[in-house]
């Protein structure tokens, strides 16, 4: 960052014009981090605030004070170190130390980030309470617990449990947790940072045998997404209660019997109430049957939840199990619920959905989707991440099924087929022309929700972000002046550099950071 103070007052005073201009690139960027409640007036403050988190600051005295007390540069450079430990960015890390050899130095934060142990037993001998001095809205714990280091120097585990062990010795808590974000201030703990965010699984076992609380409403969830069971099994034999944890269906998600027989034998509900929908307008059940059947999940699972008390004629918004496997299109399932003899009659909506899961004709009907219930009227987005789902999405296009509406998390189809790193299936979803201006509940775009998928989608190793990328770029979105130095994937990084190069006129100040 080559700007001084004074200047990024001045392009706070722009971004204030831009918005009153009704600029739709200003829109965005007050979205991204929006300091007040819709509709509310913007002070000068707010703007200065946006300016700070567009540049990886959580606020504007943040900034100030870490430019004032290191240079612009070093401070800027310092903060995209500790995005980059936080997100497991290895070429980041790497370029930043390369350059700046002595960066971490002064910031205890980082020292234990980096798992410098000399350094932070040192610090803590000085001064024992930064121990538990939060840095930047985070405990010394969660900047161990939520770095990604250890893959990057497993050699490195021995210093990062000592530093584990000097903390708590001088008075840190096992369970200390953090905010989500600046703009959210919902907790996320220790262990969560370990097993769930870091994929940690030495210090996860630290932290449990240390004493942190399992049941901590991440922790459980999260573990069914790593691609193992080591997490799972961890959690469950510190005591994790999987009820009330939504980790049963989370294991649905990826199909995976195993962990869904280890979580019913812990004591999961397979027809449990879950919790409400965004905004807690409603219950939000989803029985396990019905999850089984969206998730086109086998005969085995169906006779795991079964034999786990499960009622196959329990009713979902209206919506039995057995229509779910037909809208859906999970055959098999269907099969196995009509040779039992328990499959009730469609509805003339389902029959009419069926027949886009199944290939058939309908006979010149489409449907209203203002009267399906929401599973049913999402049902692209849900779909679309599926092997073989193109024709599938395509035929509930003809039917008349909103091909751009947001999710309760305000994720759209074309979003989460970028996300997803589904290149045919994005192209047919730009080809209806969505609105590319749209951010999600997470403030995320088109671009900036693809470039997470890059480093966040369970299946990105077999997936195709880049492609989604530059699908996303001809079709003409903004680009984010720092878009390229946040990227964490180097392929990702070097193609939005490219894409910048040769299309300077795409290039858009701020945005998401």
Known sequence: MTKSIERLRRDAKALKKALEAEDLHARQRIANYRPRAAGATLKHADYLHVIARENSFLSWPALKLAAELN?????????????????????????????????????????????????????????????????????????????????????????????????????????????????????????????????????????????????????????????????????????????????????????????????????????????????????????ALHQAARRICGAEMFGVLLDAGADPERRFEGCSAYGYARVFGNAALAREIEARGIAPTLTADEDLLATAAEGRDPGGRTVNPERLPDAYRNIIRTILHLPGKLDHVKRLVALGLEFDRPDAEGLTPVQVAGWEGLPDMMAYLLSLGPDLSHQNGYGGTLLSTIVHGSENCPERAIRDQLGCLRLALEAGVSVPRRAADLAGVPEIADALAEWVDRHPDCLMEGGPA
């Not at 610090?123 to 405990?139: E, F, I, K, Q």
């Not at 994790?240 to 019913?264: C, E």
């Not at 409400?276 to 307008?281: A, M, N, P």
């Open 71 to 287: 240079g612009l540069d070093r401070a800027a450079a310092q903060q995209r170190l500790k995005i980059a430990l936080h997100h497991g960015q290895r070429q980041v890390v790497d370029r930043l130390l390369a350059q700046i050899p002595d960066l971490a130095e002064g910031q205890l934060g980082l020292r234990i980030a980096l798992y410098h142990r000399t350094e932070v037993e040192a610090a803590l001998n000085a001064d024992p309470s930064a121990a538990t001095r939060l840095v930047g809205g985070r405990s010394p714990l969660c900047q161990l617990a939520f770095s990604q280091y250890i893959h990057q120097r497993p050699d490195l585990e021995g210093a990062m449990i000592a530093i584990a062990d000097m903390l708590v010795a001088h008075g840190a808590s096992v369970d200390e947790s953090m905010p989500v974000s600046a703009d959210n201030d919902h907790q996320l703990s220790a262990l969560y940072g370990a097993i769930g965010h870091g994929n940690n699984m030495v210090l996860a076992r630290w932290l449990l045998d240390h004493g942190a609380n399992p049941n901590d409403n991440e922790s459980l969830y999260h573990a069914t997404e790593l691609g193992h069971h080591e997490g799972l099994k961890m959690l469950l034999e510190h005591g994790a209660d999987p009820r009330g944890t939504n980790a049963l269906l989370r294991a649905m998600d990826f199909g995976d019997v195993d962990a869904v027989r280890m979580l019913l034998a812990a004591g999961a509900l397979a027809d449990e109430f879950i919790g409400t929908h965004v905004g807690g307008e409603r219950p939000w059940v989803v029985p």
